[in-house]
């Protein structure tokens, strides 16, 4: 196909843009992942494989890719769940629909680390007087160390909580966009065939919602082992990030970029590996949904 | 009011302003050097470091202020062509290896026996001096001295009796130590291997390699499980606001709290440093120090060699000001910090005591970022989760061990 000067002058920015910031850094990335890459970008001792095996065994990589691997188990269906609950509810109701669409979907719009902030410091605090512990107060108990506490582990509840107030409104708004494309026609058929509302979801809606609900799965999953911001901005202190609850991205920031020293080797080979579990679990799912 | 027109005016100012303000990592025309400061805290110290600059006449140099996360910043700039020539840090022994820094030694002239010794190995890596320190800072105990008469507590002077005494001042609504929102497993690690009379590194051998380590460090679980900690405060343990305001009767944190604490409380408080582990063994107190670098890939390594020392050797009134005027440092050279009068009453008297007694490296420079998260994580878990502190060391020494290899062979 032969393409005009218009085509390039649109496209050309954008992809000259994606050359140079994205697909230049990931082929560096994998070359350094083959060096020995300590505090420079331009190395000159090939290692082979040996970073890819020292992130193999190293036991905090691990763990980390463990913890997030369960993680994801959790919070993908918990948020698809109440992401489709809620846009069934939105959708149903007559009256006002615009505003309830616009207030869920709102937090979508704050940063994640302005949220982070709020929760961890006005509602999540340790203090008697955090909003958290003011409501348990009501009901006699002590305050409850939020994000300090490891048994039981509370920090998953602040982290989750906010995860989910933070990303529902959007995925709630692309349900509803798949809601509304299925044709009244065949909820009007179930009904003439007798089929319950419980019914007519299983039969119709679901069905009908299988394209977006791939697509929900996936940004989900990916958005799980791409946690970062609000673990960061939640548990990180000046003093670094504790071996709990670390996702593998804030394992590799301070791999590759913590003060004291640089490894470019060892980070990149891991973010290697973490793209390729990413796409591997990816696919997986990818062929138990469509099944 | 603001009429429309002085509005538009306003703009267009504004808009100019940050025309000339947009840096592109290198100095305008490349004739001025280029300096970099993380964002101190303190109101007026980025107005003196501009003046500082700007009074020197030999070379023109611009400083760059750094809001935000400085340590990355600046190490990611010192892998580009487009670093700064003049920068704040405290040296790595991975940027020395990776040929980043310019050995100082010969700067220093006669001044070097005026810096204190402690402060000068912060800044040595492989018998050369890479920093001229600029500010000394230390971590210590605050303590709230009606409190204890209160309560009938006397000034912890062993492990032990902080343990008791936070268990002890913990009453209602007021706690009796806040050492970090991590339970205090971050900034007293180090001081806790020190009670035992142990250390991080030494002579190029893990320094904790030792069953009493073990126990040094199970006493800070004991902190934590005696309910008398504070935990998940607004403000994490560098800033004074959890004691100023009254919510406990200790604090572990820095020497530059004691204006604001000062304030707040009048002298109804002490200082401390962290006490030993048994009874005769020696108390310490977390010691750094910024200090001016130059990097190696400067074009201008010898104009930004005499710039840092004129500012920092020979300006010794810049120093007195850097260090005393805004927030509160100690200056790393005797002749300076002796005659500071701000220096020898009450708590900053007994800091200076502290620093010259009681000094240990808070970071240093064969203190990897590989054995800092080893070790850091083995006592987040032993503090937080009680796992046997023997077996978690143990692990943390090998990976040190295995860092220390690689590094000295």
Not at chain 1, 249 to 276: C, M
Not at chain 2, 46 to 75: C, F, H, I, M
């Amino acid at each position: 196909m032969r393409h005009g000067r218009a085509f390039w002058l649109f496209v050309g920015p954008f992809a000259a843009g994606l050359l140079v910031f994205v697909y230049v850094p990931i082929g560096w990335s994998l070359l350094l992942s083959f060096f020995d890459a300590r505090n420079t970008v331009t190395p000159t001792e090939f290692v082979g494989l040996r970073n890819y095996a020292d992130m193999l065994t190293d036991g905090p990589f691990l763990s980390s890719l463990g913890t997030f691997s369960v993680f994801a188990a959790f919070i993908v269906p918990l948020t698809f769940v109440l992401a489709l609950a809620l846009a069934l509810l939105v959708n149903q109701i007559s009256f006002m629909q615009a505003f309830f669409r616009s207030v869920f979907f709102l937090p979508t719009a704050c940063s994640y680390v302005v949220a982070s902030l709020v929760w961890k410091l006005s509602i999540f605090n340790g203090l008697r007087s955090g909003v958290a512990n003011t409501v348990l107060g009501w009901f006699g108990a002590d305050p409850v160390a939020w994000t300090v506490s490891t048994s039981p582990p509370w920090y998953w509840l602040v982290l989750v909580t906010l995860r989910l107030w933070l990303q529902l409104g959007f995925y709630m708004i692309l349900f509803i966009a798949g809601l509304q494309r299925i044709p009244v026609v065949l909820y009007e058929a179930a009904a003439l065939d007798g089929a319950r509302s419980l019914q007519a979801f299983r039969f119709v809606t679901l069905p009908q919602l299988r394209t977006t609900s791939v697509a929900v799965l996936l940004l989900l999953l990916i958005g799980a082992y791409q946690a970062f911001d609000e673990f960061y901005n939640v548990l990180g202190t000046d003093r670094g990030y504790p071996p709990f609850a670390r996702p593998p991205l804030i394992y590799l920031y301070y791999t590759a970029l913590g003060s004291g020293g640089q490894d470019f080797g060892h980070g990149s080979a891991g973010a290697v590996i973490l793209t390729l579990l990413i796409v591997g679990v990816t696919l997986l799912q990818g062929r138990v949904v469509r099944r | 009011m603001i009429s429309r027109r002085r509005l538009l005016s306003l703009a267009g100012a504004g808009a100019l302003l940050a025309a000339c303000g947009s840096n592109t990592g290198r100095g305008g025309n490349g004739q001025a050097l280029e300096q970099w400061y993380h964002a101190y805290g303190e109101p007026g110290v980025q107005q003196a470091v501009e003046r500082y600059a700007k009074a020197y006449t030999k070379t023109q140099v611009d400083v760059q202020w750094n809001p935000g996360d400085y340590d990355s910043k600046l190490a990611t700039s010192l892998l580009s062509d487009g670093g700064p020539d003049v920068f704040e840090s405290t040296p790595q022994i991975s940027s020395v290896r990776a040929g980043q820094l310019v050995p100082l030694d010969d700067v220093f002239g006669d001044a070097r026996s005026d810096f204190s010794a402690s402060i000068l190995d912060t800044h040595t890596v492989d018998g050369k001096i890479y920093g001229i320190p600029q500010a000394v800072d230390m971590q210590m105990l605050f303590y709230r001295k009606s409190l204890f008469v209160q309560a009938g507590v006397r000034p912890p002077s062993t492990v032990d009796e902080l343990i008791d005494a936070a268990r002890r001042l913990t009453t209602g609504s007021v706690k009796g130590l806040f050492a970090g929102n991590d339970g205090g497993g971050g900034v007293l690690g180090g001081p806790a291997l020190w009670s035992a009379g142990l250390d991080y590194v030494r002579d190029h051998q893990v320094g904790f390699d030792d069953p009493l380590a073990a126990t040094a460090i199970g006493k800070l679980r004991e902190l934590y499980t005696s309910g008398g900690l504070l935990l998940g405060a607004v403000k994490d343990w560098a800033e004074p606001d959890a004691f100023a305001q009254g919510l406990v009767a200790m604090q572990w944190t820095g020497l530059w709290a004691v204006p604001a604490v000062q304030k707040a409380l009048g002298d109804d408080f002490g200082v401390l440093p962290f006490p030993s582990l048994r009874e005769g063994g020696s108390a310490s107190v977390p010691v750094g120090a910024f200090g001016a670098m130059v990097n190696a890939k400067s074009k201008r390594i010898d104009e930004a060699k005499d710039f840092v020392r004129w500012l920092w050797i020979e300006k010794t009134d810049y120093q007195e000001d850097f260090n005393l005027s805004y927030g509160f440092h100690i200056p790393p050279r005797r002749s300076i910090s002796e005659k500071a009068s701000k220096l020898t009453t009450g708590a900053a008297a007994d800091a200076v005591k502290f620093v010259r007694d009681n000094a240990k490296a808070s970071n240093p420079p064969d203190w990897t970022s590989v054995m800092r998260t080893a070790f850091n994580d083995a006592v987040s878990r032993v503090v937080r989760d009680g796992a046997p502190a023997d077996a978690e060391l143990r692990g943390a020494a090998d990976v040190a061990r295995g860092e220390l290899k690689r590094l000295y062979g």
